[in-house]
C-alpha cells in the first residue's frame, strides 16, 4: 500500500509541474502578468521591461558558461541561452532543495516533458530564453536535468544582491547572524565573525565594520550573538542595522 501510495503521489507531483525532458523545443508562450506565479527565487518577468540581457553559453562539456550570474534585487533579466554543443541541453532555475527534488524525480520518470516560465529546453546550435524578475534576495541555482547532465557537473549559482532602502535606510536584505568579536566606540567601529553576507557577496569571516549610527554599540559586548545588515557606505563596509539575538 505504502509504495502503491507513494508512486501515486510522484505521478500527481509530475503531472502538477506539467514536465517534459523530451527532444521538442517548445515555444515561450506570450507573457501574462495575471498568471505569474510568485516563487522563492522570483517571478515571471514581462521581456518589454527587461533592464538587462545576459548571455549564458551551454556545452557537452556539461558547464554552463557563466556558471554564476549576479544580479540585484528588482531587476528584471532576460537570460540568452546558446547550445553550442550537439545534444539537448536546457537550464531550469530554482532553490537548492527543489532542484534537487526535481532531479531525484526525473530518474524515476525519464523522459518527461516540462513547460515552466524558469526553465528553457535547447535544442544544438539554438537559442532559448528565461525573462525573470529577482524580486526576491538571496543565493540560488540553475541546473539542466537532461539524463546525466546534473550529475556530470552541469549547475550554476545565481546571487541576488539585496537592496538598501535610500529613504529609510534600512535594509530589504535578510539579516545575517554574526557574534561580536571586539567593540570600539572610540573609532566607530566593531569586530564580527558572520555567515555569508549575500549582498555584498562576502562569505563565512570575521571583519571590522562601520556602524550607521554610534550608539548601535552602545548596545554591543564582546561575545554578543547578532543579526545584522550592513552595505558598503562611501567606500566603507558598514553596519546599517542589528540587533541582539534572544
Known sequence: MKKSLLVGLLFSFAASLAFAHGDEQHAK???DPAKAEQKEFGIAGDPKKATQTIKVAMGDNMRFTPN??????????????????KIMHEMVMGTAKELKEHAELMKKFPGMEHEEPHMAHVKPGATGTIVWTFNQP??????????????????????VAGKISAAAGEPAVAMTEGEVKKVDKETGKVTI?????????????????????????????AGDKIKFAADKVNGAYTVMKLETAK
Do not use: R, S
Not at 554564476?68 to 534585487?73: D, F, S
Not at 553576507?197 to 548601535?216: R, S
Open 68 to 85: 554564476e550570474i549576479k544580479v540585484k534585487q528588482g531587476d528584471t533579466v532576460k537570460l540568452m541561452l546558446t547550445n553550442n554543443g
Open 138 to 159: 538571496g543565493e540560488f541555482d540553475f541546473i539542466c536535468l537532461m539524463a546525466g547532465h546534473f550529475e556530470a557537473g552541469m549547475v550554476g549559482k545565481i546571487k
Open 29 to 31: 508562450k506570450k507573457f
Open 193 to 221: 565573525k558572520h555567515g555569508p553576507i549575500v549582498n555584498l557577496d562576502m562569505p563565512n569571516m570575521t571583519m571590522v565594520f562601520h556602524v550607521k549610527e554610534p550608539a548601535m554599540l552602545d548596545q554591543l559586548k
